[in-house]
């Protein structure tokens, strides 16, 4: 799915209403209808619904989303913030439409004093104040209604865009309204895809309001939204009559002495990742643990007991994975150094790996071409310097995949796959269930495991950072996000895989 610029979206929609013949006001009209088939799932019949609607057309909006929800006897107040005199004839139309049919719910809002006389406690609060033309600070009673409706603490829900958010650029103008869930329209927004911004949006659905596909498939972007669609195109077929030897052989370094969990973590998911083959490196003291925990696993033993300091003949595997709890020893630096330097195969860096190459960065020049580094925010910026903002932060992780040609799995909520060509794309599975150790080494295993399967590496990171939450998505049908583990999520791969196949 594409991610574009508010001017590409405003050109689709009027090249939408040329080519169906439709009006701007019945475009409106059907984006509502969308709207309010989601509304619906928030709600019983005694729902209070309380709308804001500023006097452009995300107030159009929501003056159509009352209507509808009138039609169904719905309990609806609708505040009309009239911070200024014009408005555009979108919303007029809709005004009036609801004038004629339902005017006791309108209340014109002129000033503070006004709106503190609106009662929005026990009600849904549907923002349709201001949509993605925003291009600076809100102000004025607009400012005001948004600290309102923040400060009621009353579940809020966004349409298209949370009021006060630009859809462009990632960065925070001023108080903006603070949505428990967000509706947007057709494409998601490239702002949403940053923490700062997320923070207001809540969970994002994206509707199809049904714009003209033909135009979208023609819009250059380098921006991408991960979803089942996209993974389902990236999956490889998996021939009845195979062996294992046409699956690959992947080899993860892993684990130090009180970090086994992490070869275990890193190996069961690759494993679960459809590899024909897994060899884990690990310390002498793992090897025991991991031939106990992991049978499909061949074990290499390090002559070392509590770390790792060897290298295995690389040369057979299809795919290799370092970094998962191996530590910083002197020795285990070296081999990182070995391998970077010697191997040009299919690579993935991650944890202390990414720290050991942080410390030695002469040695960054060296990476083979399409290598994966899968950082998290603290290791990306070990690597390259720190970042007041994640926007920043991605900037520089952009510059980094182009000038070293290598693929950066920059990690988040929304993790985003950087790629070398400048394409970037970013995750929409996954939730708060996998901020918790080890799901960085369930990542790593799983992509090596789809390397070595047979993707290529800008498949692999993109198929395998979806995979990677969708699993954790799946865990949350019978269980909460709060005592999720990550061997839970390992578990749900064969259903994710099902899925994606399917």
């Known amino acids: 799915m594409k991610i574009i610029s508010t001017q590409q979206i405003k050109d689709l929609d009027q090249i939408t209403i040329q080519n169906e013949a439709i009006s701007s006001v019945e475009l409106m009209e059907r984006a509502a209808k969308a709207c309010l088939l989601k509304i619906l799932h928030f709600a019983?019949?005694?729902?209070?619904?309380?709308?804001?609607?500023?006097?452009?057309n995300n107030g159009g909006d929501g003056l159509a989303i009352a209507r509808f929800l009138k039609d169904r006897n719905r309990n609806v107040k609708v505040c009309i913030i009239?911070?200024?005199n014009d408005s555009t004839p979108e919303f007029d139309h809709q005004l009036n439409a609801l004038k004629n049919k339902y005017p006791e719910v309108i209340h014109f809002i002129n000033d503070e004093?006004?709106?503190?006389?609106?009662?929005?406690?026990?009600?849904?609060?549907?923002?349709?104040l201001i949509g993605v033309g925003l291009n600076k600070s809100l102000e004025g009673l607009l400012l005001t209604c948004v600290k309102f409706i923040n400060q009621s603490n009353t579940f809020t829900l966004s349409i298209d865009v949370p009021s006060g958010i630009s859809a462009d650029q990632p960065l925070v103008l001023s108080e903006s309204i603070i949505a428990n869930h967000t509706l947007t329209f057709q494409q998601p927004k490239f702002s949403f895809m940053f923490p700062e911004i997320q923070f207001f949006t809540g969970k994002l659905e994206v509707l199809d309001i049904?714009?003209?596909?033909?135009?979208?498939?023609?819009?250059?972007?380098?921006?991408?939204?991960?979803t089942l669609s996209i993974a389902k195109q990236l999956r490889l077929p998996r021939p009845i009559v195979s062996h294992k030897g046409n699956y690959g052989h992947a080899l993860l370094v892993c684990g130090q002495k009180g970090m086994m969990g992490a070869a275990q973590i890193a190996g069961k998911a690759c494993l679960r990742s459809g590899v024909g083959l897994l060899t884990l490196k690990v310390p002498g003291c793992g090897?025991?643990?991991?031939?106990?925990?992991?049978p499909e696993a061949i074990v290499d033993a390090d002559e070392e007991d509590n770390y790792i300091s060897t290298l295995p003949d690389v040369s057979k595997y299809n795919a290799i994975g370092i970094g998962c709890g191996i530590g910083n020893e002197k020795q285990t630096q070296n081999i990182v150094k070995l391998l970077i330097q010697n191997h040009s195969g299919k690579l993935v860096l991650d944890a202390d790996a990414l720290n050991i190459l942080s410390?030695?960065?002469?040695?960054?020049?060296?990476?083979?071409?399409?290598?994966?580094?899968?950082?998290?925010?603290?290791e990306f910026d070990r690597l390259t310097g720190n970042h007041g903002n994640s926007y920043d932060r991605f900037k520089t992780a952009q510059d980094f995949a182009k000038k070293h040609q290598v693929i950066i799995v920059l990690k988040g909520s929304k993790t985003a796959c950087i790629m070398p060509d400048g394409n970037v794309f970013f995750n929409s599975s996954g939730n708060s269930g996998l901020a918790k150790g080890g799901s960085g080494d369930a990542l790593t295993g799983i992509i090596t495991g789809l390397l070595a399967r047979g993707y290529a590496p800008n498949h692999a990171a993109i198929l395998g950072v979806y995979l990677h939450g969708f699993a954790a998505d799946l865990t949350l049908i019978k269980n909460h996000s709060e005592s999720v583990l990550i061997s839970d999520i390992i578990e749900k791969l064969p259903k994710a895989f099902q899925k994606i196949y399917s």
């Open 359 to 378: 410390e030695n960065k002469t040695w960054i020049s060296f990476l083979p071409k399409f290598t994966i580094l899968t950082p998290h925010p603290k």
């Open 113 to 128: 004093k006004e709106l503190h006389t609106i009662s929005i406690h026990q009600s849904i609060v549907i923002d349709a």
């Open 44 to 56: 019983d019949e005694n729902t209070n619904f309380s709308i804001f609607c500023g006097k452009g």
């Open 210 to 226: 049904g714009l003209d596909e033909n135009y979208i498939e023609q819009l250059a972007t380098p921006y991408h939204y991960i």
């Open 82 to 84: 009239n911070y200024k």
């Open 287 to 294: 090897l025991n643990i991991v031939q106990q925990t992991l």
